[in-house]
T-cell receptor
Framework: DTAVSQTPKYLVTQMGNDKSIKCEQNLGHDTMYWYKQDSKKFLKIMFSYNNKELIINETVPNRFSPKSPDKAHLNLHINSLELGDSAVYFC??????????FGQGTRLTVV | GQQVMQIPQYQHVQEGEDFTTYCNSSTTLSNIQWYKQRPGGHPVFLIQLVKSGEVKKQKRLTFQFGEAKKNSSLHITATQTTDVGTYFC???????????FGQGTTLQVKP
């Protein structure tokens, strides 16, 4: 069983569309994250939730809205997609300061 | 805000040569973690260092945490083609739960 699973793996969409990426973890972790990885491999933290509560919200356009229906799920909704949103988005989870487990990533391409 | 800098960004070595990547934080860290991301893959946890001056080894990999807990290094002895990938350090904050990644060092190994 995959510990942290993201869907979809690939997403190609036109500018201006709205899309969602889903993430689920079956590790019983309290904290979940969304990271954006650009073409230069830089992993930029976007959001962090702890037990369904938002604890970290970095400087991210408000077109990005995370939602955590329960502590095992953290979804990311993006409105009015722009070319600059093209990247690989990673979901991750962990407990406290322990190791983080990453999902396989969602490669988003905006055309 | 907290920043984690990592150098070099890229390193090309001949198989059998050694490799080192360095990580520096703008603030004192509660711990430092290292991850490896293979091409097309997701970051995978390698190790965590917690104590000032700590040194840990995993086969050909040696990890160090600085005395001031603001810098760290990863050294690979006698690189192999299987070592190819991007190595990230990540600084943890016990106060905020943030896990901030360095820019990563992409290692290429020529056989």
């Amino acid at each position: 069983d995959t510990a942290v699973s993201q869907t979809p793996k690939y997403l190609v969409t036109q500018m201006g569309n709205d899309k969602s990426i889903k993430c689920e973890q079956n590790l019983g972790h309290d904290t979940m994250y969304w990271y954006k990885q650009d073409s230069k491999k830089f992993l930029k933290i976007m959001f962090s939730y702890n037990n369904k509560e938002l604890i970290i919200n970095e400087t991210v356009p408000n077109r990005f809205s995370p939602k955590s229906p329960d502590k095992a799920h953290l979804n990311l909704h993006i409105n009015s997609l722009e070319l600059g949103d093209s990247a690989v988005y990673f979901c991750a989870s962990r407990n406290g300061n322990t190791e983080a487990f990453f999902g396989q990533g969602t490669r988003l391409t905006v055309v | 805000g907290q920043q984690v800098m990592q150098i070099p960004q890229y390193q090309h070595v001949q198989e059998g040569e050694d490799f080192t990547t360095y990580c520096n934080s703008s603030t004192t860290l509660s711990n430092i973690q290292w991850y490896k991301q293979r091409p097309g893959g997701h970051p995978v946890f390698l190790i965590q260092l917690v104590k000032s001056g700590e040194v840990k080894k995993q086969k050909r990999l040696t990890f160090q945490f600085g005395e001031a807990k603001k810098n760290s290094s990863l050294h690979i002895t006698a690189t192999q083609t299987t070592d190819v990938g991007t190595y990230f350090c990540a600084g943890g904050s016990s106060n905020t739960g943030k896990l901030i990644f360095g820019q990563g060092t992409t290692l290429q190994v020529k056989p």
